[in-house]
């Protein structure tokens, strides 16, 4: 009796322990933008500059770099190039837009 009562209770201690120390070691994140981030973020801005520019800026693409720059602050870059990349999509399709718009007659004739 006294055997099995020891046992429990070393049993116990050894998988509190474990329990412990498996959840006080965190795996090392991630801070900051990485170079790819920002570069991707950068192009995006760019190119919403020219859009902007044209007088075609898409809603949502300044919200997308916004989040984009605060995806990088916080060190998820994949997030950060996804919706960078998605932006500079936005802003390329606008300045087309700004330019098919140039060749259109839109007179009522």
């Known amino acids: 009796m ?3 009562k020891l046992l429990r209770g070393s049993a116990v201690l050894l998988l ?9 070691t965190e795996s ?3 801070s900051g933008a990485s170079s790819a981030a920002l570069q991707a973020i950068s192009a995006a801005r760019a190119a919403n500059k020219k859009a902007k520019a044209s007088g075609f800026e898409w809603r949502d693409t300044g919200k997308f770099i916004k989040k984009a720059r605060a995806a990088a602050k916080k060190g998820k870059n994949a997030k950060a190039i996804k ?3 998605k932006a500079k999509g936005q ?3 606008a300045v087309k837009q700004a330019q098919f718009e140039k060749t259109m007659d839109r007179s009522l004739r």
């Open 2 to 4: 006294n055997l099995k």
């Open 28 to 30: 090392p994140k991630k």
């Open 91 to 93: 802003a390329v399709m």
């Open 16 to 24: 509190s322990g474990g329990l412990i120390v498996g959840c006080a």
């Open 83 to 85: 919706l960078a990349n």
